[in-house]
C-alpha cells in the first residue's frame, strides 16, 4: 500500500465511519474502483482505532463520569444504581455479542462476507431498515431506560456490522429507533458501545499488517489512522448536531443509490466482486 492509497482511504474510513453507511463497504468499493488490492478485514479494523480515538475526544467527560461510575460501582453499593455505572455495565453487557461472533466468523468476515454482491445486498436491505426505524420508532426514550435486554439488542446489531454494507452505526441506531430511543440516544449509545469492540478487534488485528509475507506497511497504516481520526472527529460533531432535528432519510437514499449501481456495475462486468483480492 502506497501513500496516496493510505491517504485516500484514511478520509474514506473518518468520513465514513459515523455515518449510517458503512465505512467497510466504502474502503472495499473504493479499492475495487480504484483498482487497487482489498486493503482487508485488518487495515479496516487498525484504522477505525483512529476513529474510535475521535470518539474518545468528543465524548471525553461523559466517557470519564462512565468509568468513574462504573469503577465505583465494582466495590460500592451505592454507586450500582448510578445512570453512568449502570451504562458502563451495559456498554459491556452489549459488546458480548461482537465478541463472539467475531472469533466465531473470522474466517467469514476476512473472505466471503467481503464478496461486494453481498456488499451491494446489506447496503439496500440495512438501508430500508434504517428507513423503517427513523419512520416508526417513537423516540421517547433516552440512555437512562436502557436495559439488559435493550443492550443486548444494540449488541447484536452491531455484531450485524461485521458484514460490510451494513454500517455498525446504521445498525445500532436502527435497532435503538425501533426500541423507542431519540435519534440522538441511539447514536450516542452506538459511538460508546462500539469503543471496546473496535479497539479489541483493531488490537486484536495489529498481527496480520503483513502477515502475508509482504512487508508490514506500517508507515500508510499509521498514515490513514491518524486522517481518520481528525476527519473523524468534524463527522462525529456534525452529525450529532445534524439528528438533532432531522431525519435519516438522506442517508437512506445514499444507501440505496450506491448498492444498486453497485450491483449495476457488478452485473455489466464493470467490476468483479471479488474485485482487488487481499494479497
Do not use: N
Not at 445500532?172 to 473496535?198: D, H, I, K, M, Q
Not at 498514515?223 to 432519510?249: C, D, N, P
Amino acid at each position: 500500500m502506497g501513500w496516496f492509497e493510505a491517504l485516500v482511504l484514511g478520509l474514506v474510513q473518518g468520513l465514513t465511519e459515523f455515518l449510517p453507511i458503512s465505512s467497510s463497504a466504502h474502503l472495499r468499493i473504493t479499492a475495487a474502483l480504484a483498482g487497487w488490492d482489498d486493503p482487508g478485514a485488518a487495515f479496516t479494523a487498525v484504522t477505525q482505532i483512529g476513529t474510535e480515538l475521535a470518539v474518545i475526544l468528543y465524548f471525553s467527560t461523559k466517557i470519564g463520569k462512565i468509568l468513574r461510575a462504573w469503577f465505583f460501582s465494582i466495590y460500592k453499593k451505592d454507586w450500582r444504581q448510578d445512570p453512568d455505572a449502570r451504562l458502563g455495565w451495559l456498554i459491556i453487557v452489549g459488546s458480548m455479542p461482537i465478541v463472539v461472533l467475531g472469533l466465531l466468523l473470522q474466517d467469514a468476515i476476512d473472505e466471503s462476507f467481503r464478496d461486494l454482491r453481498i456488499t451491494a445486498t446489506t447496503l439496500i436491505v440495512f438501508g430500508l431498515i434504517l428507513l423503517v426505524a427513523d419512520r416508526i420508532g417513537k423516540q421517547e426514550r433516552t440512555l437512562d431506560h436502557l436495559t439488559v435486554p435493550h443492550g443486548l439488542g444494540f449488541g447484536f446489531a452491531q455484531a450485524l456490522a461485521l458484514i460490510p454494507g451494513v454500517s455498525r452505526s446504521g445498525g445500532t441506531t436502527s435497532a435503538g429507533l425501533l426500541l423507542g430511543y431519540t435519534r440522538a440516544e441511539a447514536a450516542e449509545y452506538s459511538f460508546l458501545l462500539a469503543l471496546p469492540a473496535v479497539f479489541g478487534s483493531g488490537l486484536y488485528k495489529l498481527t496480520d499488517i503483513g502477515k502475508d509475507g509482504a512487508p508490514a506497511q506500517w508507515g500508510p497504516t499509521i498514515l490513514a489512522t491518524l486522517v481518520a481520526f481528525g476527519v473523524g472527529y468534524a463527522v462525529i460533531a456534525w452529525l450529532m448536531s445534524y439528528i438533532k432535528t432531522k431525519s435519516f432519510v438522506p442517508f437512506v437514499i445514499y444507501r440505496l443509490v450506491l448498492g444498486v449501481l453497485l450491483f449495476v456495475l457488478i452485473f455489466t462486468g464493470v467490476l468483479d466482486p471479488q474485485a482487488g483480492p487481499h494479497v
